[in-house]
């Protein structure tokens, strides 16, 4: 057996696991299908708010195939069993109980009422129009405003309120800067601005599905879930079922986007009626289902002051949120914006900072975690704040930008949110933006189109951004009062004939983990890629896990890898020595090979594999296993970073935006594997160009989502996206021993204020100088008409 | 529900005389949408797919008749330039897979005023032949459409052919919406150009009850464009038609955008097609002369 020569890490590799999922032979969830199994399907509320008067269930009892109609007096009879919320994030947190399936009332349009268990999904489906329910009608409260109004209908009346938490961090009582008020008040220049992040769907391609096997020595539940080892432990606590009489698979998962970190009233219910129905079960939902009741994402409105100096120093930056939460608390919900709150600085050094945030409920579908998951809306407020202050100015904003950031020789540099950054380099992947965007160039093409008024005008937008990713430092959890550790763990088995199996807990769902840590391992045991297995999402055999989301697989869950392959190597290396007969100070090891020094004996790696496994020959008190377990608590996060130019065409006349060119020069630390990047950089710019441009839930005032479909909800096409011009520069991190940063939300969460600060630029000169996204046709020719006013 | 699957065209229209609540079906991108969301519950469809006269296409000199089963993509491939302003609405239905399947006849049959194909059909004199087991008869395109998903077939009359002069002239199609394909017309607007005739058809979509000619804009053209020794158009003239086209409109306030905005984007398009369409027949008259 020949170690590979070059190293792995750094190769574009196709990815091990992607002719099975593009050719879907492989084991979705909905695909399993189990012995006497039963379908369920759930009734929805058409209603955003009302009582229930009644639920007659009798007719759809009756139907061909119909094994079960339950309702919540069915499934939790003394209404105990609520969904779980990890992450409250005050000690006065309202937390409404969100039962399994609305006993009494119903909170938004889409929540479950009763569920039909059925030989065949399509007689569950028929069986539900012949459930009978009376609802009687209750005040709906769809924006955040007039929820926090005096005298609001309530959505929650015990509450008392639709004001579910304050959360405040402030840079003078932190320590951590001044006191931003004062900073206004002296301010020479000062600007506020409200911007609306608009409500998001997660469209991920495969929707949701869970299938429940009470039949066996434990519970075993399938789902397609970014989080399983979370699900395990929540559905646990949730229902009461011993953890250990619980396995949770996460089978090939088709994409999530944060969209899949959930504890789903779904699973509870089919866990509930296999368990009384004593048969497995499966829930698939349709696509209309999943737009309307799996998480929505952002939903805020932002109200941002900055103060600078005239010549361009910004002296203080105040932020005050509003967060629709929908009518319930996800599973961590209301955590977002607080992911948002150490990011509104940026990479700017800005000596005050104000962050207060207001959690509302409304009648709507809940919100939690969607790409980006609060970074995203921090970037957008304060790159879009960093180009109308340079309007303001008269001040090229990049010019602005770079007045203003964390210089490369300023690193480690703590900033006002109180974050250390470890690393970066602003300067050199501005620079090549801007080379390969041609900035000098277009700027003029910019002023020639103004001059000769060209109905089609042209604007440049930026986007300097960071991220922290990469969740997280546990302790940095705990201090925001999340439920859970920011750790990962990782475990190597050497098989008897030298092939690895890689254990990692960190659940995959289309990022290539398989891929990208068949590479690492390769290079650490210097075995051959292919001669390496990596197995997720499954608790019986991958017991411990934190899953995948927040960019934290590679930077947290990849380190954790290289630490198991290092314990490998050291339980190896006195069984090298011993087969070599020589003393374990002697050895070096390479390629997969160790060597005794100075000299051409030597062992492979997976040679003392087969030599542990029979354990003829080993040194005295050996214990016979090469097999190691690591776990990763990082210290810090990784901070990518990066500069995105988008140029845009904008056509007064009609409004439209086309993308002209889009250039983005990221900084992601080490790259394990380019085409994986790559692959993420484009899928995050396409996700958060569609924020700008296209996308929008949108609800009627009776609180129904008229968005429900992919012919209203505007997910871009590969027609709508530019060609994208990529590249990266590498400062490795600092925080982890690969020297890698999370990738998978970056594009996401730098692309959106790009384009909408380039549209804004193209029509800036009409008196334009906001534009509420999406930036659609009719909303930026509105703009122009009011501006123009 | 039953499905009927007819393997000729008589056998299809006797089906639907027996069976007049039958609903069509070709490529089924309107009528799945509908059943799928349960707005609809025919108790019978009538698969057209395996009749192959619906899917095939003639020409002679001067008119080009097609089946109402042909695809999109066929249309765009087979017959373009023959009817470019078709086959420019045409490229714009949907996506790929929804082009390989959709058909002129359904967009026909479904008569959404934000049908793609209406606004050139109307545009280029269009006629619409349909038949039954009682006989055939010929309904132009500008007496098709009745009201808001409303067209004039009888209950026992399926959708046969599309004639239409092959064109004379330059002809265009513009519409505006949120993203580049799978999208909803917020307006729409085609011109065809009849050199032959000395005129112009106009037509608009999505900003009405149906899809409708604009007759006064259509006659503004007929007084200023001067066929023999074609001028550039002032853009005076241009916008004058703008607002004559954007003034036949009778726009709603929906989802997709606002009556104001639908209004004013009419005007550009129609105003920017004419040129586009003027610029081309002026082009083609000086390379000819």
Same mark, same amino acid.
């Not at chain 1, 690193?411 to 041609?438: C, H, I, M, W």
């Not at chain 1, 550790?485 to 769902?509: D, F, N, Q």
């Not at chain 1, 290289?562 to 490998?568: D, F």
């Given at each position: ?22 050719t879907g032979r492989t084991r979705w969830t909905d695909n399993i299908t189990l012995p006497g199994m039963l379908h369920l399907a759930v009734l929805r509320s058409p209603m955003a708010h009302a009582r229930i008067v009644s639920i007659d269930t009798s007719a759809a009892r009756d ?10 007096? @069915? ?39 009763? /569920? ?32 926090? +109004? ?120 089919? +866990? ?87 959690? *509302? ?56 949110? =109180? ?118 999402? @499954? ?12 960019? $934290? ?66 040194p005295d008190g050996y214990e016979a296993s090469l097999d190691s377990d690591a776990t990763f608590d990082p210290e810090n996060f990784s901070y990518p970073h990066g500069t995105h130019l988008c140029a845009t065409e904008v056509d007064t006349e009609t409004g439209r935006v086309s ?83 999370? *990738? ?24 334009? @100088? @906001? ?19 | ?16 005389? !027996?069976?007049?609540?039958? /609903?069509?079906? +070709? ?36 008119? *080009?008749?097609?089946? !109402? ?29 929804? $082009? ?33 087991? $009682? ?124 009556? +104001? ?22 082009? =083609? ?5």
């Amino acid at each position: 057996m020949t170690a590979t020569a070059e190293p792995e890490v750094g190769k574009a590799r196709l990815r091990k696991e992607d002719a099975r999922l593009i050719t879907g032979r492989t084991r979705w969830t909905d695909n399993i299908t189990l012995p006497g199994m039963l379908h369920l399907a759930v009734l929805r509320s058409p209603m955003a708010h009302a009582r229930i008067v009644s639920i007659d269930t009798s007719a759809a009892r009756d139907m061909p195939g119909v094994v079960a109609v339950l309702t919540a007096t @069915d499934l939790d009879p003394d209404g105990e069993i609520g969904m779980p919320c990890a992450w409250p994030i005050t000690p006065d947190m309202r937390h409404p109980r969100r039962p399994v399936l609305a006993a009494t009332e119903v909170n938004f349009a889409g929540e479950g009422v009763a /569920v039909v268990a059925a030989r065949s999904a399509a007689e569950a489906e028929d069986a539900l129009e012949h459930i009978e329910v009376e609802y009687e009608d209750l005040p709906v409260v769809l924006d955040m405003e007039a929820a926090l +109004a005096e005298g609001a209908p309530l959505v929650h009346e015990d509450l008392g309120t639709n004001r579910s938490a304050l959360w405040v961090f402030d840079s003078g009582e932190a320590g951590t800067g001044g006191d931003v008020e004062q900073a206004i008040s002296d301010a020479e220049v000062k600007l506020t601005r409200r911007f609306r992040q608009q409500r998001l769907i997660p469209a991920f391609m495969e929707p949701r599905s869970t299938v429940v096997d009470p039949t066996g020595p434990q519970l075993t539940v399938w789902s397609s879930t970014q989080i399983p080892h979370i699900l395990r432990v929540m559905t646990a606590m949730t229902l009461g079922v011993p953890e250990h009489k619980l396995r949770v698979v996460a089978p090939d998962v088709g994409g999530g986007f944060g969209g899949k970190i959930a504890v789903l009233p779904e699973e509870m219910m089919a +866990a509930l009626v296999a368990r009384k129905l004593g048969k497995p079960v499966k829930w698939t939902e349709s696509r209309s289902d999943a737009m309307l009741t799996a998480h929505h994402g952002r939903d805020q409105i932002q109200d941002i002051t900055i103060s600078a100096t005239r010549d361009g120093m910004v002296t203080g930056l105040k932020v005050d949120l509003l967060a629709d939460m929908g009518a319930y608390l996800g599973l961590v919900g209301p955590g977002v914006p607080l992911l948002g709150a150490f990011m509104f600085n940026a990479i700017y050094k800005i000596p005050a900072y104000r962050f207060a945030c207001t959690n *509302v409920f409304t009648n709507k579908t809940l919100t939690d975690a969607y790409r980006g998951a609060g970074r995203p809306e921090a970037t957008f407020a304060i790159e879009r704040m960093m180009d109308e202050l340079a309007a303001e100015l008269g001040m090229d904003p990049l010019e602005l930008r770079e007045k203003n950031w964390i210089r490369h020789d300023e690193f480690p540099f703590t900033t006002v949110a =109180g974050l250390t950054y470890d690393s970066g380099n602003y300067e050199a992947a501005t620079e090549r933006a801007k080379q390969l965007f041609d900035y000098d160039g277009l700027r003029r093409e910019q002023q020639a189109r103004r001059a000769s008024n060209d109905p089609v005008q042209l604007g440049i937008g930026i986007s300097t951004y960071t991220e922290m990713c990469g969740l997280a430092p546990s302790r940095v959890l705990g201090s925001l009062a999340y439920g859970a550790g920011g750790w990962e763990s990782a475990s190597i088995r050497m098989l008897p004939t030298g092939k690895v199996e890689v254990v990692t807990g960190s659940s995959a769902h289309g990022q290539g983990h398989e891929t990208a840590w068949s590479q690492i391992v390769a290079d650490q045991l210097g075995v051959p890629f292919e001669d390496i297995e990596v197995l997720h999402g @499954d608790t019986q055999f991958s017991p411990k896990g934190m899953d995948t989301y927040g960019s $934290r697989s590679l930077a947290v869950g990849g380190t954790a890898l290289v630490l198991a392959a290092r314990r490998v190597l050291d339980k190896a290396k006195p069984v090298a020595a011993h087969m070599l007969e020589c003393s374990v100070d002697d050895m070096e090891f390479t390629g997969g090979k160790f060597t005794v020094q100075g000299t051409d004996q030597s062992v492979g790696i997976q040679d003392v594999a087969l030599a542990v496994f029979a354990a003829h020959d080993l040194p005295d008190g050996y214990e016979a296993s090469l097999d190691s377990d690591a776990t990763f608590d990082p210290e810090n996060f990784s901070y990518p970073h990066g500069t995105h130019l988008c140029a845009t065409e904008v056509d007064t006349e009609t409004g439209r935006v086309s993308i002209r060119s889009y250039v983005c020069v990221d900084d992601v630390g080490k790259v394990v594997n380019p085409l994986i990047v790559e692959g993420q950089i484009h899928g995050g710019l396409a996700q958060g160009i569609a924020q700008a441009l296209y996308e929008e839930a949108v609800h009627d005032e009776s609180g129904t989502l008229t968005t429900g479909t992919f012919a209203d909800y505007y997910l871009p096409s590969a027609a709508d996206m530019p060609t994208f011009v990529t590249d990266r520069t590498e400062t490795p991190s600092t925080t982890n021993p690969l020297g890698v940063k999370g *990738v998978g939300e970056a594009g996401t969460i730098a692309s959106t204020p790009a384009v909408v600060n380039s549209v804004i630029d193209a029509v800036r000169h009409m008196g334009v @100088d @906001d534009i509420e996204m999406p930036c659609s046709p009719m909303r930026v020719w509105q703009a122009i008409q009011g501006g123009a006013r | 529900m039953e499905f009927l699957r007819p393997v000729s065209l008589g056998e299809a229209l006797e089906m639907k005389a !027996a069976r007049p609540e039958a /609903v069509p079906i +070709a490529g089924g991108t309107d009528v799945m949408v509908e059943l799928n969301f349960d707005h609809r519950r025919p108790a019978a469809l009538l698969d057209l797919t395996r009749v192959a006269e619906l899917a095939e296409w003639s020409r002679d000199d001067s008119v *080009v008749t097609f089946g !109402a089963a042909l695809p999109y993509t066929r249309l765009i491939n087979e017959l373009g330039t023959d009817l470019p302003g078709l086959a420019i609405a045409s490229r714009t239905v949907g996506s790929p897979q929804i $082009r390989n399947r959709g058909t002129v006849g359904g967009n026909l049959g479904a008569a959404s005023p934000a049908g793609d194909t209406h606004p050139v059909l109307l545009a280029s004199d269009a006629v619409v032949e349909v038949a039954s087991a $009682r006989g055939t008869r010929s309904i132009p395109a500008s007496e098709f459409y009745l009201g808001v998903k409303r067209n004039a077939l009888e209950p026992d009359e399926l959708i046969t052919s599309i004639r239409l002069p092959k064109a004379t002239g330059p002809q265009q199609f513009a519409k505006v919406g949120t993203r580049n394909a799978m999208v909803i017309a917020v307006c729409s607007f085609a011109i065809s150009l009849h050199p032959n005739e000395s005129r112009a058809g106009a037509a608009i979509g999505s900003a009405a009850p149906t899809p409708r000619r604009v007759r006064q804009a259509e006659d503004f053209l007929t007084e200023v464009l001067d066929w023999e020794s074609p001028q550039a158009l002032p853009d005076s003239a241009k916008r004058r038609f703008g607002e004559l086209v954007a003034s036949a409109a009778e726009p709603i306030d929906d989802v997709r955008g606002s009556a +104001a905005y639908r209004k004013h984007a009419l005007a550009v398009l129609a105003r920017r097609a004419l040129g586009w369409a003027w610029d081309a027949y002026r082009e =083609g008259e000086r390379s000819c002369a």
